[in-house]
Nanobody
């Protein structure tokens, strides 16, 4: 059974940094396309693409809103996915989720419906 568990969220001030982690069990992260999505608080909010990394680890993609501030990475030995978030802004406030797409996906999609397994999310709150 595949399980993804996020951690690292918290309440910070604008301009601060956080590093999110996602550990996988029942799935080898380095063999799948992986991504971070976020969902801002409030009813009816859709999950928004944040960043992805292909299985080979050499294809990263970022939403324009986070490009230059966020960095996706992974650690094969610990089977963890990371999201380093710098220069945080109040508009980054959301629940952040990791998810996996297909095995051997070189360039993961930005569409949440194409992802198979999701973590429970970790909340990031950025105050001004």
């Amino acid at each position: 059974q595949v399980q993804l568990v996020e951690s690292g969220g918290g309440a910070v001030q604008a301009g601060d940094s956080l590093k999110l982690a996602c550990v996988g069990t029942g799935l080898t992260i380095s063999q799948h396309g992986m991504a971070w999505f976020r969902q801002r608080l409030g009813e009816g909010r859709e999950r928004e693409f944040v960043s992805s990394i292909g299985w080979a680890g050499d294809t990263m993609d970022y939403a324009d809103s986070v490009k230059g501030r966020f960095t996706i990475s992974r650690d094969t030995a610990s089977n963890r996915l990371y999201l380093q978030m710098n220069s945080l802004r109040p508009e980054d406030t959301a629940d952040y989720y990791c998810a996996n797409s297909r095995r051997w996906e070189r360039k993961p999609p930005r569409t949440p419906n194409l992802y198979f397994n999701w973590g429970q999310g970790t909340r990031v709150t950025v105050s001004s």
